[in-house]
């Protein structure tokens, strides 16, 4: 016995209704919930930011990837690229993007913060202490985060012991009311 194509296809159809994934499955299945194509997707900024949050950096930096693609290299981009990398110990990347997001978006304090805080971590003080310089004064002071990294610049600047006997805390900071903490332990 042959069945014909549009027998097949309704044959495939009745089993599949059948099966427990099928066409009514119940919402108490442990399986994944099918993808809906007339769905929104959630923006890939979002997803990343809350990602970082919860210390998911690899995870985060897959999202701002999806979200660069949908929006382009914005200097929110570029930034956000910058911190996750930074985050998972990227320091080259980390600062390539975050150069390349103060030149797109030369007032935004944030971006000079998070600058200085990979020129920290890469040993380069000086140019550190003058990039939260930078970023405190676009800021007009009004972030405790970027005061707090411009102390501690300043600190390490002029104390080069300072390094050797105190933990470092340097904040990551994002547009919104988010902010990141980077631990740097010595010894």
């Known amino acids: 016995m042959r069945l014909s194509l549009a027998g097949c296809v309704v044959l495939v159809t009745l089993l599949a209704a059948c099966s427990s994934g099928g066409l009514g499955a119940s919402r108490d299945s442990p399986f994944a919930p099918a993808l809906d194509p007339r769905g929104e997707a959630v923006d890939g900024m ?4 809350r990602l970082m949050e919860a210390g998911e950096y690899e995870l985060a930096l897959e999202a701002f ?3 660069a693609g949908a929006r382009g290299l914005t200097g929110e981009v570029l930034v956000a690229l910058g911190s996750a990398n ?11 993007l975050l150069r390349r997001a103060v030149r797109q978006e030369a007032d935004w304090p ?6 200085g805080v990979v020129l920290i971590e890469r ?7 003058e990039v939260f310089r930078k970023a405190y004064g676009l800021d007009n002071g009004q972030s405790d985060s970027i005061r707090d990294n411009l102390r501690l610049a300043l600190a390490k600047l002029e104390n080069s012991d300072y390094a050797s006997d105190q933990t470092q805390e340097y904040k990551l900071v994002r547009r919104g009311s988010g902010s990141y903490l980077i631990r740097r332990t010595t010894g």
Do not use: C, F, I
Request: glycine share 10%; charged share 25%; net charge positive.
């Open 65 to 67: 990837t999806r979200a």
């Open 123 to 129: 040993g380069k003080t000086a140019e550190a202490a």
């Open 46 to 49: 979002v997803v990343g930011h």
């Open 86 to 96: 930074l985050a998972l110990g990227r320091l080259n990347q980390s600062e390539k």
């Open 110 to 115: 944030e971006a000079w913060n998070n600058l």
